[in-house]
C-alpha cells in the first residue's frame, strides 16, 4: 500500500481526502478487459457498467482526478458487495479489494448519509460486532420462535412493507439452539501435531455455537491443543468491508492483544468473512505510530498465523479416523474464502476425504449468495433476487446437504431455499467433518436446518 499523499489542498482530490485515497498505481493496473462483468452480481443483476469493478474502478479515477463526491457516486460504490469474484476473473491482478475499502473508508469520512441509512448502520453496528450484545438477544429471539409470533409477523407482511431492512433481518435471524461453552483449552486427543489459538467470532460465538463447539473437538481429535483466548471480541471484518476504518483497527489491536501471549503457532478462523480481514490486518495496521506504535510489525506477525479452519486441516493432514456418511454434499463457496483468499481446494479435499459423501458442484459457484456481510440488510432487494439465483442452482444439484464455511452464507441460502418452498440439510464444512469422525447419523445432517 503507498504511503498517504503529502499535504496539499483537499480540493486538489475531489472526492478524497489526503487519508489513503485509492491507490492510483493500483487503478492503473486495470486494463479495462472487462473479464470481471460476468462474475459481477450487480453487473448480473442490472446490466450497468457504473455497477460493474470496471465501472466504480472508473468513478475512483475521476474522483482523484478532482470530481467531487456524489450520491450518485456513492451509491455505485454501495452497491458493490465486495465479493471479490472480480479479482479471480482479472487477468491483471487488479487488487479491487484494497481499492474498494480505500473509497469505503473515504466515502464514511466525506459523505453525509441520509438520516435513514445513519440510523440503519447505527443500529447495525451498536449489535453485530458486540459479541455479549448479540448473546443477549439470543433469549428474547427465542422466546419470539417458540411462541410462533416470529412466522406470525412475517406472515402478514407488515414489516416487509413499513421497514423492509428490518425485516431481511427477521428473515435471517437463525433458529436459537442451546449454546455449548467452549473451555479456554482443549486438549489435544493422542499425540500433540500444534498449538492454535481459535476465533470465536461474533455471529458465529452467539448464533452458530455448535459450529464452534464442532471446530473445537475437530482439531482435538487432528492432535491440536485448542486454546481459546478470552476477551478477543471482533476482528473487524465488518467495520472494514463497511469502510469504519478507525474501529476496525481497534478490533484488529483488540484481537492481536489477546493472541499474542497465548503461545499459539497457528490462529484459526472458521468464518469465511473474518478470515479475509484477519490476513489483511499487516495492510489495516500499517500507519500505526505513536501510542499504538509497534502493532504494524506485530500485525504482521499476527497475520502470517492466521489459517481458515480448512486450510490448517488440510495442512496437517488427517490422522482421527473418517467413518462414512452416506450423503450428497453441494459445496458452496464462500465469496470471502475462494475469492478474497484462494480457498477452494482445501474444503473439497476435506469432504472427498470422508467415506461415502458424493461432492457435487453448484453451478455459477463463483457469483455471491447476496449475503456478503450486511449487504442483505442494507440493500435487501438485490441480496433477494441473488439468494433465489443461487438457491435455485444449489436445489437443481439434488444434493442432501449444502456445506459452506460462513454464518452469512448459511443464513441468505437457509431463508432463499425455505422461501422457495423447499427443504434441504445445511451444516458448516467442520460440522460435516466432525459428524464422520464422532460416527454420527448422516441423518442427522440431512434434517438440520439454520
Same mark, same amino acid.
Given at each position: 500500500?503507498?504511503?498517504?499523499?503529502?499535504?496539499?489542498?483537499? %480540493?486538489?482530490?475531489?472526492?478524497?481526502?489526503?487519508?489513503?485515497?485509492?491507490? +492510483?498505481?493500483?487503478?492503473?493496473?486495470?486494463?479495462?478487459?472487462?473479464?470481471?462483468? =460476468?462474475?459481477?452480481?450487480?453487473?448480473?443483476?442490472?446490466?450497468?457498467?457504473?455497477d460493474s469493478p470496471r465501472g466504480r474502478l472508473y468513478l475512483?479515477?475521476?474522483?482523484?482526478?478532482?470530481?467531487?463526491?456524489?450520491?450518485?457516486?456513492?451509491?455505485?460504490?454501495?452497491?458493490?458487495?465486495?465479493?471479490?469474484?472480480?479479482?479471480?476473473?482479472?487477468?491483471?491482478?487488479?487488487?479491487?479489494?484494497?481499492?474498494?475499502?480505500?473509497?469505503?473508508?473515504?466515502?464514511?469520512?466525506?459523505?453525509?448519509?441520509?438520516?435513514?441509512?445513519?440510523?440503519?448502520?447505527?443500529?447495525? *453496528?451498536?449489535?453485530?460486532?458486540?459479541?455479549?450484545?448479540? %448473546?443477549?438477544?439470543?433469549? =428474547?429471539?427465542?422466546?419470539?420462535?417458540?411462541?410462533?409470533?416470529?412466522?406470525?409477523?412475517?406472515?402478514?407482511?407488515?414489516?416487509?412493507?413499513?421497514?423492509?431492512?428490518?425485516?431481511?433481518?427477521?428473515?435471517?435471524?437463525?433458529?436459537?439452539?442451546?449454546?455449548? =461453552?467452549?473451555?479456554?483449552?482443549?486438549?489435544?486427543?493422542?499425540?500433540?501435531?500444534?498449538?492454535?489459538?481459535?476465533?470465536?467470532?461474533?455471529?458465529?460465538?452467539? *448464533? *452458530? =455455537?455448535?459450529?464452534?463447539?464442532?471446530?473445537?473437538?475437530?482439531?482435538?481429535?487432528?492432535?491440536?491443543?485448542?486454546?481459546?483466548?478470552?476477551? +478477543?471480541?471482533?476482528?473487524?471484518?465488518?467495520?472494514?468491508?463497511?469502510? %469504519?476504518?478507525?474501529?476496525?483497527?481497534?478490533?484488529?489491536?483488540?484481537?492481536?492483544?489477546?493472541?499474542?501471549?497465548?503461545?499459539?503457532?497457528?490462529?484459526?478462523?472458521?468464518?469465511?468473512?473474518?478470515?479475509?480481514?484477519?490476513?489483511?490486518?499487516?495492510?489495516?495496521?500499517?500507519?500505526?505510530?505513536?501510542?499504538?506504535?509497534?502493532?504494524?510489525a506485530r500485525a504482521e506477525a499476527f497475520e502470517a498465523k492466521?489459517?481458515?479452519?480448512?486450510?490448517?486441516?488440510?495442512?496437517?493432514?488427517?490422522?482421527?479416523?473418517?467413518?462414512?456418511?452416506?450423503?450428497?454434499?453441494?459445496?458452496?463457496?464462500?465469496?470471502?474464502?475462494?475469492?478474497?483468499?484462494?480457498?477452494?481446494?482445501?474444503?473439497?479435499?476435506?469432504?472427498?476425504?470422508?467415506?461415502?459423501?458424493e461432492l457435487r458442484e453448484i453451478a455459477e459457484g463463483e457469483?455471491?449468495?447476496?449475503?456478503?456481510?450486511?449487504?442483505?440488510?442494507?440493500?435487501?432487494?438485490?441480496? %433477494?433476487?441473488?439468494?433465489?439465483?443461487?438457491?435455485?442452482?444449489?436445489?437443481?444439484?439434488?444434493?442432501?446437504?449444502?456445506?459452506?464455511?460462513?454464518?452469512?452464507?448459511?443464513?441468505?441460502?437457509?431463508?432463499?431455499?425455505?422461501?422457495?418452498?423447499?427443504?434441504?440439510?445445511?451444516?458448516?464444512?467442520?460440522?460435516?467433518?466432525?459428524?464422520?469422525?464422532?460416527?454420527?447419523?448422516?441423518?442427522?445432517?440431512?434434517?438440520?436446518?439454520?
Open positions: 500500500m503507498t504511503d498517504s499523499l503529502p499535504a496539499r489542498d483537499i %480540493r486538489d482530490l475531489g472526492a478524497f481526502d489526503e487519508n489513503h485515497p485509492p491507490d +492510483q498505481e493500483l487503478l492503473d493496473d486495470c486494463v479495462h478487459c472487462g473479464f470481471c462483468l =460476468p462474475t459481477c452480481p450487480t453487473y448480473l443483476l442490472w446490466g450497468e457498467e457504473m475512483m479515477k475521476e474522483g482523484l482526478e478532482g470530481e467531487p463526491m456524489s450520491d450518485s457516486m456513492v451509491q455505485h460504490w454501495d452497491s458493490c458487495l465486495g465479493c471479490m469474484s472480480c479479482m479471480t476473473a482479472c487477468p491483471s491482478g487488479v487488487q479491487y479489494d484494497t481499492l474498494i475499502e480505500q473509497t469505503r473508508a473515504q466515502v464514511e469520512r466525506n459523505h453525509t448519509r441520509t438520516p435513514k441509512e445513519k440510523a440503519l448502520r447505527t443500529l447495525i *453496528f451498536s449489535i453485530f460486532p458486540h459479541p455479549k450484545r448479540l %448473546r443477549a438477544m439470543r433469549g =428474547p429471539l427465542r422466546l419470539l420462535q417458540r411462541t410462533g409470533l416470529d412466522r406470525r409477523l412475517r406472515n402478514t407482511g407488515l414489516l416487509d412493507r413499513m421497514a423492509p431492512h428490518l425485516a431481511a433481518l427477521e428473515r435471517l435471524t437463525p433458529t436459537i439452539t442451546d449454546t455449548e =461453552p467452549l473451555p479456554e483449552n482443549v486438549p489435544a486427543v493422542g499425540a500433540r501435531r500444534a498449538v492454535v489459538g481459535m476465533i470465536t467470532g461474533c455471529v458465529q460465538g452467539a *448464533f *452458530f =455455537p455448535g459450529v464452534n463447539a464442532a471446530t473445537a473437538r475437530v482439531l482435538a481429535a487432528e492432535g491440536c491443543d485448542v486454546l481459546i483466548p478470552p476477551g +478477543q471480541g471482533c476482528c473487524g471484518a465488518l467495520s472494514v468491508h463497511n469502510g %469504519r476504518e478507525e474501529e476496525a483497527q481497534a478490533y484488529a489491536r483488540r484481537i492481536i492483544d489477546a493472541f499474542e501471549d497465548a503461545g499459539v503457532e497457528y490462529v484459526v478462523i472458521n468464518a469465511a468473512g473474518c478470515g479475509s480481514t484477519l490476513k489483511d490486518y499487516a495492510r489495516l495496521l500499517a500507519d500505526d505510530s505513536g501510542k499504538n506504535q509497534g502493532y504494524a492466521v489459517r481458515d479452519i480448512s486450510e490448517i486441516l488440510d495442512e496437517l493432514g488427517p490422522v482421527a479416523q473418517r467413518h462414512p456418511l452416506d450423503l450428497t454434499v453441494a459445496y458452496h463457496d464462500a465469496c470471502h474464502l475462494a475469492h478474497a483468499q484462494g480457498v477452494r481446494a482445501q474444503p473439497r479435499a476435506l469432504l472427498k476425504g470422508i467415506p461415502g459423501i457469483i455471491c449468495c447476496g449475503s456478503a456481510g450486511i449487504y442483505n440488510i442494507l440493500n435487501p432487494e438485490p441480496a %433477494r433476487e441473488l439468494g433465489e439465483r443461487k438457491a435455485r442452482n444449489i436445489v437443481a444439484t439434488g444434493a442432501d446437504v449444502l456445506v459452506t464455511a460462513n454464518p452469512g452464507c448459511l443464513l441468505q441460502v437457509a431463508s432463499s431455499i425455505a422461501e422457495q418452498g423447499h427443504q434441504l440439510g445445511m451444516a458448516h464444512l467442520i460440522e460435516v467433518l466432525d459428524a464422520s469422525i464422532s460416527g454420527s447419523s448422516p441423518e442427522e445432517l440431512r434434517s438440520r436446518t439454520i
